[in-house]
T-cell receptor, first 113, second 115 residues
Framework: SQKIEQNSEALNIQEGKTATLTCNYT??????LQWYRQDPGRGPVFLLL?????KEKRKERLKVTFDTTLKQSLFHITASQPADSATYLC????????????FGKGNQVVVIP | ETGVTQSPTHLIKTRGQQVTLRCSSQ?????VSWYQQALGQGPQFIFQ???????GRGNFPPRFSGLQFPNYSSELNVNALELDDSALYLC??????????????FGPGTRLLVL
């Protein structure tokens, strides 16, 4: 069956350190992968997109890697700040011409001042 | 804020009732997707509308139906509500279908509780 797995345990991290989140998938052939941030009671907010032929993408303090052999994406927040505390969702898209997304459950990050 | 609005923000219904949720997409966007997010889970794709036509559906029964209007706003209708329909319902709008190019903008969601 198809699965998108993110760590169910919250990641507690000291301010200024790098937070690293993992997204593993099974029985998907993603054309692209996206990461979203979701705050309690709010809708997800798009952060980054990486395509299947790309290894790494960066945006300000965020970095995403995508390894289609390992079927894994890593999401890094460098120099983390308390304002980065949120749940982060990975989402897969299997068709370039379709923006239907399959989401993981999300991974909560808590940045401790 | 994304410019995507949803109404109502919260709703309580009883089993067997019907509900209509509304979404106003961001200006210039012709594509709306609906997702269901149960507590502690990621969003699950319900269906998508592109220029007033359904363009893809997830694994949801026919009692979940939708509409998109000429102004590209959208409705999600759920008939014969079940307890498991309790969730946050999210709509997302984009300016096209190309997921690798088009960012989707999510609304704040409607929290539905079925008793």
């Amino acid at each position: 069956s198809q699965k998108i797995e993110q760590n169910s345990e919250a990641l507690n991290i000291q301010e200024g350190k790098t937070a690293t989140l993992t997204c593993n998938y099974t029985n998907y052939s993603p054309a692209y992968l996206q990461w979203y941030r979701q705050d309690p009671g709010r809708g997800p907010v798009f952060l980054l997109l990486i395509r299947e032929n790309e290894k790494e993408k960066r945006k300000e303090r965020l970095k995403v890697t995508f390894d289609t052999t390992l079927k894994q994406s890593l999401f890094h927040i460098t120099a983390s700040q308390p304002a980065d505390s949120a749940t982060y969702l990975c989402a897969l898209g299997e068709d370039y011409g379709n923006n239907r997304l399959a989401f993981g459950k999300g991974n909560q990050v808590v940045v401790i001042p | 804020e994304t410019g995507v609005t949803q109404s109502p923000t919260h709703l309580i219904k009883t089993r067997g009732q019907q509900v209509t949720l509304r979404c106003s997409s961001q200006s210039g966007h012709n594509t709306v997707s609906w997702y269901q997010q149960a507590l502690g889970q990621g969003p699950q794709f319900i269906f998508q509308y592109y220029r007033e036509e359904e363009n893809g559906r997830g694994n949801f029964p026919p009692r979940f139906s939708g509409l998109q209007f000429p102004n590209y706003s959208s409705e999600l209708n759920v008939n014969a509500l079940e307890l498991d329909d309790s969730a946050l319902y999210l709509c997302a709008s984009s300016s096209g279908l190309a997921g690798a190019q088009e960012t989707q903008y999510f609304g704040p969601g409607t929290r539905l509780l079925v008793l």
